[in-house]
């Protein structure tokens, strides 16, 4: 198949390589339009107000590349409009792999990676959300080592990119276009090749107070927090599937939104 990639955490990202690596072993071809800079917690904010640059990467990724000044929407948006080749028909978009679990109500619409497969669904094509789960703790360790992935979390990340290109196919083939739907796959840690996948519905988690009080200088700092999850018991949410250790796979299905006789 032939996938355009994307994420929201920069084209750096040693997770967004990981992903292209195996997606390339898998023998899929790719083109790559990635951020300059991270752009997390962004949603699917474009770049109204300012003109954006893009340019051929000089990452090694071994398949097309651009970097691009802006959102990952920016991104899609502009590669599918300006900068794929004219003869190319993409199969689909897919964003990630993102550091961190995209789960939830409270987080799922703040999310940049699930944003830059939204707008592969905008314009029509199948797309799918990719993010592999961190403690708190690797997260942190992660931050702290200038992005250096540890021996454990490398050993899931590669499984979980592994099951990434072994599932993308199949997820795409089953996917009509212009049906608004994005996958949201999260991958638990650890993940190996053989931890199950489940279907699952967003959590419903209530994020009050994301933001600190006030500093001296007026200024108020983003806290992060996983907010109250008030999901019944059934059915299996996206982050009770994650944190026992399963694949979470969550059709949003956007089309659906507001239609008549849905349990809202």
């Known amino acids: 198949m032939k996938f355009l990639i994307t994420n929201d955490d920069g084209i750096d990202s040693p997770f967004l390589h990981a992903l292209v690596h195996a997606l390339r072993d898998a023998g899929h071809e790719l083109f790559i339009a990635a951020p300059k800079t991270e752009q997390s917690w962004i949603g699917c904010a474009k770049s109204r107000l300012r003109p954006v640059a893009s340019a051929v990467s000089s990452r090694d990724f071994g398949c097309t590349a651009w970097v691009i000044d802006g959102t990952p ?3 899609v948006s502009i590669a599918l409009a300006h900068l794929l080749p004219a003869d190319q028909r993409i199969d689909a978009v897919l964003s990630g792999i993102n550091i961190g679990r995209n789960a939830s109500l ?21 797309a799918i959300a990719f993010s592999q789960d961190l403690t708190p703790a690797q997260f942190e360790a992660f931050r702290a080592s200038g992005h250096r992935v540890d021996p454990d979390l490398l050993q899931s990340l590669n499984s979980s990119a592994a099951r990434a290109a072994q599932l993308a196919p199949d997820l795409v083939a089953s996917t009509p276009p212009r049906r608004f739907i994005v996958h949201n796959v999260n991958f638990p840690h650890p993940c190996s090749h053989d ?3 489940h279907r ?15 500093a001296d200088d007026g ?8 907010g109250d999850d008030i999901s019944p018991a059934e059915p299996l949410t996206d982050r009770a599937a994650i944190e026992s250790g ?4 969550t059709v949003l299905n956007y089309g659906a939104l507001g239609t008549p006789g849905i349990d809202t």
Do not use: N, Q
Request: hydrophobic letters at 50%; glycine letters at 12%.
């Open 219 to 226: 200024t108020h700092r983003f806290i992060f927090k996983l």
């Open 106 to 126: 409270g987080f799922i619409l703040a999310s940049g990676t699930i944003a830059g497969a939204w707008e592969g669904a905008v314009h029509g094509l199948p």
């Open 200 to 214: 699952t519905v967003p959590a419903r988690v209530i994020v009050p107070g994301l933001f600190g009080p006030a």
């Open 73 to 75: 929407s920016d991104c």
């Open 195 to 197: 931890t199950p996948m």
């Open 246 to 249: 399963l694949i979470s796979h």
